[in-house]
């Protein structure tokens, strides 16, 4: 089993910045992609951002690209998700979540469905006022 803790959430005013942290706990021998997805009340999960486990590939929602930055510290198990510009619309709980991988191919891969993700974290509440 592998543990996500995120850290870093939040109140800030729009145009402002923040930078969420995921470590990983407990079976990190393995390798594992890793999503960062955003729950507004009333609305869906949906994917913020994604990184492979090589850290080598990176998809975005549109509405984050040019704004937010995912990456991955060199052990793998700690992840980040650099927010600029924020604007209120990106309120919403921000959760972190793994996948693990196996093969060279998919160690390559970044996901972006959410029902990719067996492992989530208990999410961190990112606030943006106008």
């Known amino acids: 089993q592998v543990q996500l803790v995120e850290s870093g959430g939040g109140s800030v005013q729009a145009g402002g910045s923040l930078k969420l942290s995921c470590a990983a706990s407990g079976r990190t021998s393995g390798s594992y992609a890793m999503g960062w997805f955003r729950q507004a009340p009333g609305k869906e999960r949906e994917l913020v951002a994604a990184i492979s486990w090589s850290g080598g590939k990176t998809d975005y929602a549109d509405s984050v690209k040019g704004r937010f930055t995912i990456s991955r510290e060199s052990d793998k198990n700690t992840v980040y998700l650099q927010m600029s510009s924020l604007k209120p619309e990106d309120t919403a709980v921000y959760y972190c979540?793994?996948?693990?991988?196996?093969?060279?191919?998919?160690?390559?891969?970044?996901?972006?469905?959410?029902?990719?993700?067996?492992?989530w974290g208990q999410g961190t509440q990112v606030t943006v006022s106008s």
């Open positions: 979540a793994a996948t693990q991988v196996a093969t060279d191919l998919t160690r390559r891969r970044s996901y972006t469905r959410r029902t990719d993700y067996g492992y």
